[in-house]
């Protein structure tokens, strides 16, 4: 699913965020990503959702070539990439229905099939009866299960979470972190950036942790 | 698929239509200098075409004017005007008296009392020339001017077709310049649209930065805002539509008064249907393209972090 073979980025100004990285992480499989703060976990997401691209180094993602992938082509690539973040990226105006509903409307889907898969998405969750709130008016650790609802209701083979439990309590974040073994468990590749320990520590999945932009601890698929 | 493709279109404009009633005021505002902007070239516009179609009715009667001297006879002045009669190029001639020519002067100028104090009026008799229709090409007339200057009674010879052309040239060369100031004021109109839209593209970046992140391509994102440049532009060219007819009915009392101390039924036009659905169309067309432009610029700049 995604494949990183001495892999480097190098910000303008010469900063290294990333260097020489080598990883493999197979469809179905879920890992976290860990380290201290600035060791590269969000650059490695971004250059997974293409928000960066790599300075040196093959990856593929998906079996799309990240060097390679024209500009225009990149909407299209992200729509099979589920991404959730710490602070939710919630739109504020729209209801919670209308936030999960969106990478629908983008992706065009039939519009008779829209109700159906965000009342979907929405059961995932559990937040069936909220669907007629608006965002500000739920619990953190609501608000992050819409993010969750919205990541998911396209069906993307891939979820991306970046600190997704950063801003939750204890109880919360194991709610969160079942969610996401749930969807291990039905097939979906997962990875989880974190510092969290008690999240990995619980999950006993693979580690990946980077040290200064360098992989300092890989502890393989299978883990 | 055709369906499902005009269907998503009519959702997007109404959604933008939406958008607009949510910031009513800022959306009336753009409206308004749109109006304003366009009204002002619209405006001259029918004002010109109007003073066309007087001018086009004078053209038709182009005629030639004979003062005669103050010694002349009225039997002499008569005599004279037997003999251009039979000219072929003259189709008839009008005869003012001395006396017709100073009560009409008295009638039209308001110097009635006045001119009652001259001891002896000061207005010469005068001939109108009718040229025949066959013969009122400007080489004619200017060879039947030459002849009838040449009579000893005529003091002045004067062709009143000069003027009218003068007029006309006069207004070919406002026409040029609405023209001009037209497109001055349409890149006025792309730029008022642009701003507002760059506003909106700013406001809205947050939204903008997820709809990328899940895969939204910038056609779908640019959609909603080209939208709202179209209706904005739509709604500004209706808005000028009516400013220049609100302007044409606080006016057509004065010119109607003003045509019948002429003489005239003149009554002024509005914008033709053509001219009006020319104008309509330009303002969404402007209203789109200063959108296009703006959110093509910025949307770029907008990328997820």
Known sequence: MIRFTHVAKRYPGGFDALRNINLNIAAGEMAFITGHSGAGKSTLLKLITLIERPTRGEAFVNGKNLTKLPRRRIPYFRRDIGVVFQDYKLLQDRTVYDNVALPLIVTGADDREIPRRVRAALEMVGLLDKERMYPITLSGGEQQRVGIARALVNKPPLLLADEPTGNLDARLADEILDLFLGFHHHGVTVLIATHDGHLIDRARKRVIELSHGELARDTGAGA | ?305
């Open chain 2, 1 to 305: 698929m055709i369906k499902k493709y005009f269907l998503r279109h009519a959702q997007t404009f109404f959604f933008s239509l939406g958008q607009l009633t949510r910031t009513p005021v800022a959306a009336l505002l753009t409206v308004a200098v749109i109006g304003i902007t366009l009204a002002l070239p619209a405006g001259f516009y029918v004002a010109i075409e109007n003073m066309q179609r007087v001018a086009r009715g004078w053209e038709d009667n182009g005629q030639i004017s004979l003062f005669l001297k103050q010694d002349v006879s009225p039997a002499a002045a008569a005599k004279l005007a037997d003999k251009i009669r039979r000219l072929p190029a003259v189709s008839w001639v009008d005869y003012v008296s001395r006396e017709a020519a100073l009560a009409e002067f008295k009638r039209l100028s308001g110097f009635g009392e006045a001119l009652d104090a001259l001891e002896r009026n000061p207005l010469p008799a005068v001939l109108v020339v009718h040229p025949a229709a066959a013969h009122a090409d400007p080489d004619s007339l200017q060879a039947l001017l030459k002849e009838l200057r040449r009579q000893s009674e005529v003091d002045i010879a004067q062709l009143d077709l000069d003027w009218v052309r003068r007029l006309h040239a006069m207004l070919g060369l406002a026409r040029e310049s609405v023209l001009i100031l037209a497109g001055g004021l349409a890149i006025a109109v792309l730029l008022i649209v642009g701003n507002t839209i760059r506003l909106a593209v700013l406001n809205r970046r947050d939204e903008i930065e997820i709809i990328k992140l899940i895969g939204g391509t910038n056609a779908f994102i640019r959609r909603p805002f080209l939208y709202t440049g179209l209706l904005q532009g739509l709604l500004g060219a209706i808005l000028a539509w009516l400013l220049v007819s609100l302007a044409l009915l606080l006016l057509a009392n004065p010119i109607g008064q003003l045509a019948s101390l002429y003489g005239s039924q003149f009554e002024v036009q509005n914008l033709g249907f053509q001219s009006t659905l020319a104008l309509i169309g330009m303002g969404g067309l402007l209203g789109w393209l200063g959108s296009r432009l703006a959110v093509g610029r910025h949307l770029r700049s907008i990328e997820p972090r």
